[in-house]
């Protein structure tokens, strides 16, 4: 989780200046999906980015709720390459 929202700023810093409608949404979600609108992500990059996430905050709450370990989502090993990538150029 920690690691799509380190993206998520990311995209933000790095576009904010040329689009400042990024800066406008105040959420994670919403910043992906603007991110996404700008060409700074790929749609279906920021598309298994918000699925991830969903997965994870599901996970999150019933390991509140339940008391069970969390168990992994599935593409996990996706978001590590997509943050990678965009680690070596922030501003594409």
């Known amino acids: 989780m920690v690691d799509i929202e380190f ?4 995209g933000v810093l790095a ?12 959420g994670t ?3 992906l999906l603007e991110l996404a609108a700008i060409g700074w992500l790929e749609t279906d ?3 298994h980015l918000l699925e991830t996430m969903d997965c994870l905050r599901q996970q999150r709450l019933m390991s509140v709720l339940t008391g069970a370990p ?16 965009k680690l070596e150029s922030p501003a594409d």
């Open 70 to 85: 969390d168990a992994d989502c599935p593409g996990l090993d996706t978001v590590a390459g997509i943050v990678a990538r």
């Open 15 to 26: 576009s904010a200046r040329r689009y400042p409608r990024v800066i406008q949404a105040t």
């Open 29 to 31: 979600r919403e910043q």
């Open 7 to 10: 993206l998520t700023q990311l």
């Open 45 to 47: 990059q920021a598309q």
